[in-house]
């Protein structure tokens, strides 16, 4: 598995409450995205950070980029600046 982890800062307005409002549309894109296995967004202190999972680094890329572009279509005054974005092999994984 390969995890993609973006976090972002620079936000404007409600932009936290606003994702949340649209989380079928989020969700709705990013299974989508090709070995998808797992999406979480967190909100932080100084921002929100998102974190998908998927069978391979390919998926995980092209998570990146398809909620890039759903962004600069959806909500580009709320989030102006690209987030930071950090990825790497799933090295331990547990769940319930």
């Known amino acids: ?13 409600n932009a936290i409450e606003e994702l949340t409002r649209r989380r079928h549309d989020v969700e709705s ?9 797992t999406y979480h967004l967190l ?27 759903w962004i600069k279509e959806h909500m580009p005054t709320f989030l102006p600046t690209p987030p930071q974005v950090s990825a790497g092999e799933v090295l331990i994984h547990t769940g319930k």
């Open 1 to 13: 598995m390969y995890a993609t982890v973006r976090n972002y800062k620079s936000m404007q307005g």
């Open 43 to 69: 909100k932080t202190a100084d921002g929100m950070t998102s974190v998908t999972v998927c069978k391979d680094q390919a998926g995980a890329e092209e998570s990146n980029r398809q909620v890039a572009a």
């Open 29 to 37: 894109l990013i299974k989508k995205v090709p070995g998808f296995e």
